[in-house]
């Protein structure tokens, strides 16, 4: 069958426009075939309309990977700070918000129109259902909608199914093992954790938010927590999620600005005041309640010994809870897992068996933190791929 295009991108997403930009400048031909009647889904509704497109802080150690060491290649040739430089140049307005998050001060469209335009060399074909993807004699074959076509590249972008009803899919998943990649197991991240019935007092505080450091089995994230109707979310606990594995506790320092000694500090300044009141010092009042208790400790301070003291101290600054689970895909941020990276070569997307054959974004097992991390992996993983196609 004659080839007609150099590379063909599955998938209109942020990581497959960005790379069809920089293919297309290339002069490469370049399709992309998307199911979804619009480009650009997720980007239109990241960071709540403004689209957090970047953290000035990206390092690869801030990706949950089998390897994380796998993103330091492309997150190395293509950088926040060339991400921001193409944002400038499209006269595109933007602030820090907090922690490196940069946001567009205006909507998240203008990042989508962005690419569009960098990408206006390549061909794009929305609302196109992929029906068959096959490889022979060094070219692939995509039939979609009611066409074919070939390319001697091909590129997955097809992101993870965080999401379905934005059109997320486990496609890439699919395709990669039918052509010899592995896949690590996906497992919903950025997302919020649901609590058992014992737990049920901890739901009469739905609303209730507090600064805390939330920790999975991974570092610990120093953010708002939020308790909902269900369990637990706010930024600490979607970052701890990424790392956190069923039937293990998450681990919550509710009081990380107090230094240790701090409750023989406050017996010692205030004998007569109950826990429950020196709690609600320091945390917001109806979680000072529910906290106290737990802790069940109904004396005055002056009455209660200096080793309770700092048992309490200890409790409240690593206070367990073992959710029973997510709130799964349809509520996850993110997909940590995908892809695994060790069939892929870092410098450039490929896979290693198969030249031609790419992955790249999401569909790879490369999960940013929470803050703009998981698009700068889109533009940095796309654009090496973009250079190589
Ligand atoms: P992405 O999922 O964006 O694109 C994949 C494309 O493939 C889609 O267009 C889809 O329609 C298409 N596709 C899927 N299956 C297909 C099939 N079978 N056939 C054809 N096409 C198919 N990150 C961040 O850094 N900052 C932020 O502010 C946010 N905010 C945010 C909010 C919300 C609500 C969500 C859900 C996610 C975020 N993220 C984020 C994460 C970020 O959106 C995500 O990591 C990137 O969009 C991933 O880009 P990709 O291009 O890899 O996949």
Known sequence: MAQTHDVIILGAGGAGLFCAGIAARRGRRVLVIDHAPEPGRKIVISGGGRCNFTNVDTSWDRYVSANPRFARSALGRYTAQDFIALVDAHGIAWHEKTLGQLFCDGSARQIVAMLLHEAA??????????????HADGQFTVVFG?????????????????IPKLGATSFAYDLGRRFGLKIVE???????????????????????????VARGDGPGFREAALFTHRGLSGPAILQASSYWRHRQPVTID?????????????????PRAGLRSVLGAALPDRLAEALAARIDAPSEMANLRDATLSEIERRLSAWQFLPNGTEGFAKAEVTVGGIATDALNQKTMAAKHLPGLYAIGEAVDVTGWLGGYNFQWAWSSGWVAGQAV
Do not use: M
Not at 150 to 160: C, E, K, N, R, Y
Not at 259 to 269: F, M, N, T
């Open 146 to 162: 009611d066409r074919h076509a070939t390319a001697p590249s091909l590129v997955i972008a097809t992101g993870g199914p965080s």
């Open 121 to 134: 060399g390549a061909e794009i074909a929305l609302g196109s259902a992929i029906r068959d993807v096959t």
């Open 186 to 212: 996906p497992r919903p991240a950025l997302v919020p954790l649901t609590l058992p019935g014992e737990e049920a007092l901890f739901r009469e505080l739905s609303g209730v938010a507090a600064t805390v």
């Open 254 to 270: 509710f009081v990380p600005d107090q230094s240790p000694g701090w409750l023989l500090a406050a017996k010692r300044a205030r």
